[in-house]
Nanobody, 120 residues
């Protein structure tokens, strides 16, 4: 049974930092590209960042790329999203996802999400 479990969300003041984690079980973690998405209230889900299977390549949406780092630990079956200098517009439910092709729009597995709220 495949499981992706996000954690690390919470309430933070603008300018603060959070590290989101996504622990994966049920498949060979290193065989999958990982990504983070987010969905703000009343808005469509949007891509945030992705990392290749081995962790050597990353890609970010423009609005977060100078403030965020995606990284993975294949020995711990976990992918992380470090977010700094948080802004109110970063408030959303953050989801991790797993797919087979780097920079593809298709993802095979999704987590349940973790809420990030940034107070201004």
């Amino acid at each position: 049974q495949v499981q992706l479990v996000e954690s690390g969300g919470g309430l933070v003041q603008a300018g603060g930092s959070l590290r989101l984690s996504c622990a994966v079980s049920g498949y060979t973690f290193s065989n999958y590209v990982m990504a983070w998405f987010r969905q703000a209230p009343g808005k469509e889900r949007e891509f945030v960042a992705t990392i290749s299977k081995g962790g050597g390549s990353t890609y970010y949406r423009d609005s977060v790329k100078v403030r965020s780092t995606i990284f993975r630990d294949n020995s711990k079956n976990t992918v992380y999203l470090q977010m700094n200098s948080l802004k109110a517009e970063d408030t959303a439910v953050y989801y991790c996802a797993a797919g087979s092709t780097y920079l593809s729009t298709q993802y095979d597995y999704w987590g349940q999400g973790t809420q990030v709220t940034v107070s201004s």
